[in-house]
């Protein structure tokens, strides 16, 4: 069973990344997205295996293809993606994770 809309009350603005070029990274056009923000902590490794605290994660319906590296704006605060969890449900995926630095 997939996330239901209705837990998802908040909207965040995510910057997709598209790579690195010569002058730094480069990211796709900005969209908007229906999420659950949620403040808290938790502890994720990065890309080299450190170990990373995180104090925001956000929930959305599965579908979306958000890279690590992207931007996410939400109540003027920018983050930056440094994990994505695609959770499964009993059949189908159920929700995405994203943890944010």
Known sequence: MKIPKWMLRQTIQVEPYS???A???IYGNTFSSSA???HGRTRTMDDDGNEITSDTQVFMRP???IPV???VY????T???NDVK???GLSVKSHKELVLL
């Open 19 to 21: 790579g690195s070029g």
């Open 23 to 25: 002058y730094g990274p």
């Open 36 to 38: 659950r923000v949620q």
């Open 63 to 65: 579908g979306v293809n």
């Open 69 to 71: 590296g992207s931007k």
């Open 74 to 77: 939400y109540e003027s605060n």
């Open 79 to 81: 983050y930056t993606v």
């Open 86 to 88: 695609d959770h499964q």
